[in-house]
């Protein structure tokens, strides 16, 4: 093993019995069981809010969280012999979630609903002034992907000769546009008051990859993004990614709903809330910004493919929206 991890893990009350790569970093087999350690870049308020709310929601009957471990000296960050910071994570070696797999999702869904029910029950301090903890809201997001759409737009518009890709964008722009510009003005018509709808902690980050299936229950990880804001964001990305492998069955859909609602209720807000996330074309603002951002004078096949495929899957997406409201 490198010297200078060696270092780093001379800080911490631990014997290690083995390590081996991952994770971007080591995962050690230890006496204090598995654990992960890794540089880390961040600084220590944020890390300070990621282990004051993973210690509350531990006690609060979600235990398996990549909680973070100190080293003998009480401190979060331990120190290679280069100087490099190193943060010791507890860590679970068991395998991600399947999506294509129905009942693997299903209780994944539901183990998002445990997290957010907890997550409200956690109180807002005042020292959570931070940027990284105050995101931008959903609906300034769209607002300025909007922007993007109309800049690559109007590019495309006022070239003589267009690729295929460009007659592709062009061709279905409107459609995709409509729903974009349907969803910022729905989103942005709920509005977000402290008083009506407080904002929650988030994950900030799920998907399938943040998941894991074992046998003493369904582990959730890396929280570097955990933030205040819309929970149902959390939701929308492991489900999107999850319908985007189906094909957009509806009937999937319907029982990942039913999933969450089960645990935590989806009041009228948050149904509302979902229904703009699922309805924005985030996968088509994607492509589009790939295409001003990238050398324009070529396209990768794929590219043009996935548009096509956005197109297809349009009726099912739609009926599947249905089943929000």
Not at 176 to 188: C, D, H, I, P, V
Not at 278 to 290: M, S
Request: proline share 2%; hydrophobic share 35%; net charge neutral.
């Amino acid at each position: 093993m490198n010297e200078k991890y060696l270092e780093a893990l001379a800080h911490y009350d631990m014997t290690a019995e083995s390590v081996r790569k991952g994770r971007s970093g080591l995962i050690c087999e230890t006496s204090l069981g598995t654990t992960l350690l890794k540089e880390y870049r961040g600084t220590l308020k944020r890390l300070e809010f990621e282990t004051q709310v993973l210690g509350q929601a531990a006690g609060m009957g979600l235990p398996l969280v990549d909680d973070y471990i100190r080293t003998s000296e009480g401190e979060l960050i331990s120190l290679g012999e280069d100087g490099t910071r190193y943060v010791l994570k507890r860590w679970f070696s068991d395998r991600e979630c399947n999506i294509r797999d129905r009942w693997e999702v299903k209780q994944a869904v539901s183990q998002i609903a445990r997290m957010h029910q907890i997550f409200r029950q956690i109180g807002r301090k005042e020292e959570w002034n931070l940027g990284s903890i105050l995101v931008e809201p959903v609906e300034k997001e769209m607002e300025r992907h909007n922007r993007e759409l109309k800049r690559a737009r109007a590019y495309i518009r006022n070239k003589r000769k267009k690729t295929d890709f460009e007659l592709c964008v062009i061709g279905s722009y409107d459609v995709f546009y409509g729903q974009a510009k349907s969803a910022w003005e729905g989103l942005k018509s709920l509005g977000q008051t402290e008083e009506s709808s407080p904002l929650f902690l988030c994950h900030g980050n799920l998907d399938h990859h943040h998941i894991l299936m074992g046998d003493e229950g369904i582990a959730l990880i890396e929280f570097h993004r955990m933030h205040l804001g819309e929970q149902m964001t959390d939701l929308y990305h492991f489900m999107r990614k999850v319908m985007e492998k189906h094909e957009w069955n509806v009937g999937l859909g319907q029982e990942m709903l039913d999933a969450y609602d089960r645990v935590l209720p989806l009041g009228r807000r948050e149904r509302a809330v979902l229904y703009y996330l699922f309805l924005y074309p985030e996968k088509y603002w994607k492509q589009i910004n790939f295409y001003f951002n990238a050398n324009k004078a070529w396209i990768p096949a794929r590219n043009m493919e996935k548009l096509r495929t956005l197109e297809q899957q349009l009726e099912e997406r739609e009926k599947f929206l249905t089943k929000i409201q």
